[in-house]
């Protein structure tokens, strides 16, 4: 679970999602009633959600998450350990046909995904409801911080869970039983771009909220440390430089197969 800290970090750093995004899913589906995005985070996809729903769930097994997430009138923050069992969750999304869009930003590759696409299953309305998941790449910036930034990265492997795979993956591996609703399908997600203008402390910000770079800090390993830092820094070109970065991007949406 995270702590204080690193949601703090991700509320900071993370790239926000274009609104279109949101408006084309919303045409997805024939009711906009209710949505549900789960492994929220601090709700960056939840508030774009809630611009086309009448009401929005944000649920997160990590409460430091919840407690950071962005307000909105529409969306309801929820704290969902992971000992909930799968009625209560089902309960308190909605009950079984209730929901209209399901979204997972970013999040897809850290869930027991039999279990969630058994939830899924149960509490999208059929016909007419619909999933979407995506996530994204590592930001680029130009060919001398890639290549720093890479070295950097493989340092963290270790640390992450195997899952992660899926991101490397662009989602292309990632089970995902669902019919395509011509948003990607399973072995072949669409693929976007994120732009994003940021300046080192953000990258920085980012890079200390990556669960691994938590994980190797408790086993007494300082993936960040001051030399690391300082060669990040001067292949970025100095701290109060902004540049643009670009983070390749993958979706996938689909609905209930039958």
């Not at 800290?5 to 279109?20: F, G, H, I, K, V």
Request: proline share 6%.
């Amino acid at each position: 679970m995270a702590g204080m800290y690193e949601a703090d970090a991700y509320l900071n750093a993370r790239p926000t999602y274009p609104c279109e995004w949101f408006s084309k899913l919303a045409d997805l589906t024939p009711n906009q009633t209710l949505a549900w995005d789960a492994g929220t985070g601090n709700g960056q996809a939840a508030i774009g959600v809630a611009e086309h729903y009448e009401r929005v769930i944000a649920t997160d097994v990590s409460e430091a998450q919840i407690k950071n997430g962005l307000p909105h009138p529409k969306v309801d923050y929820i704290h969902t350990p992971i000992s909930m069992s799968e009625d209560e969750l089902v309960s308190l999304i909605g009950g079984d046909g209730s929901v209209d869009l399901i979204t997972v930003a970013t999040a897809l590759h850290w869930f027991d995904l039999p279990s969630f696409y058994s939830v899924v299953n149960r509490v999208l309305r059929k016909p007419g409801g619909v999933i979407a998941v995506w996530s994204y790449q590592l930001i680029t910036v130009d060919p001398v911080f890639d290549s720093i930034m890479k070295r950097f990265v493989d340092t963290t492997v270790p640390f992450f869970n195997p899952n992660i795979r899926y991101v490397k993956d662009s989602y292309s591996t990632i089970p995902f039983p669902f019919e395509s609703v011509g948003v990607g399908s399973e072995g072949n997600p669409l693929m976007l771009e994120l732009s994003q203008e940021l300046s080192f402390d953000g990258v920085l910000m980012d890079l200390r909220s990556w669960s691994a770079v938590s994980k190797a800090k408790e086993c007494g390993v300082d993936l960040l440390s001051e030399d690391v830092v300082k060669e990040l820094l001067n292949a970025w070109g100095g701290s109060n430089l902004i540049r643009t970065v670009t983070r390749k991007t993958f979706m996938i949406a689909g609905k209930p197969r039958g």
